[in-house]
């Protein structure tokens, strides 16, 4: 697996106001507030014996367009480098989407919606900066809170459609608690089977953390590895959260 393909496979990730989301790959049902925003500025990187790759910054933004729907944009800058090659950078592929929330939580019900991602090939593919053809996520997530702990994961199917390409599934799930105040602390495990002709399927995780500030300004980062696999993955951003007052 070359870097830009475990770069997809380690990073694909979307934020929430309830701390799913980054810093981590799995995501969650819950949508950002009615006409709020996020914004994010973060850098993320996946590291492999036969290459590494990442963003270098990339920009995210989230609304809440609707009731139970939040609109989404990653905009990045990406970079990637064989072994003993030179660092290639430039613009990456442009991720576009939607997330609606089915369900609402209840006493013992969890929260259940869909974050259907589209990403667009606009990165430069020979440089190893972009795929070089359209992906479309499908997903179901789940999500249930207990007290200072909160729980979601969930998956989806991935269509691949590129040369030695193949369409494959995501699948993940998160665990964190707050510690104080402003601090969680979770860790997660994801899967995906395999995404290129010849290749296999990896399984991975993350710990991660996320500071809140002050109402507005968070920190988050993440860090892990393979399971069983070489590699490893990581990711740090700022977030800024504002909107309309209650």
């Known amino acids: 697996m070359n870097a830009r393909s475990l770069l997809a496979v380690c990073l694909l990730a979307a934020p929430a106001l309830t701390r799913a989301g980054p810093p981590y790959a799995t995501d969650d049902p819950e949508p950002v507030e009615l006409h709020h925003f996020e914004v994010y500025l973060a850098a993320q990187a996946a590291f492999a014996p036969d290459g590494h790759g990442g963003t270098a910054p990339h920009f995210e933004l989230n609304y809440g367009a609707a009731p139970d729907v939040q609109l989404h944009l990653i905009a990045p800058l990406a970079w990637s480098r064989a072994p003993g090659g030179p660092a290639r950078y430039g613009y990456g592929d442009t991720e576009v989407g939607a997330k609606v ?146």
């Not at 006493?107 to 606009?122: A, I, Y």
């Not at 991935?158 to 860790?187: C, P, V, Y």
């Not at 995906?192 to 399927?201: D, H, L, V």
């Open 101 to 246: 929330r089915f369900l609402h939580e209840g006493t013992w019900r969890p929260q259940v919606g869909t974050f259907v991602m589209l990403e667009l090939p606009t990165g430069d593919a020979s440089r190893d900066l972009g795929a070089g053809h359209l992906q479309l996520l499908l997903p179901v997530w789940l999500q249930k809170s207990l007290g200072p702990w909160t729980t979601y994961g969930g998956g989806g199917y991935w269509f691949n459609r590129g040369a030695h390409r193949r369409d494959f599934w995501w699948l993940g799930w998160q665990m964190q608690r707050t510690l104080w105040s402003g601090t969680s602390l979770g860790a997660e495990v994801f899967h995906a089977t395999a995404r290129e002709e010849g290749a296999s399927g990896e399984t991975r995780f993350n710990v991660g953390l996320v500071i809140d500030l002050s109402p507005m300004h968070h920190l988050l980062l993440s860090g892990g590895g393979g399971l069983g696999s070489p590699g490893a993955q990581g990711y740090l951003g700022y977030q800024l959260t504002f909107g309309p007052k209650d």
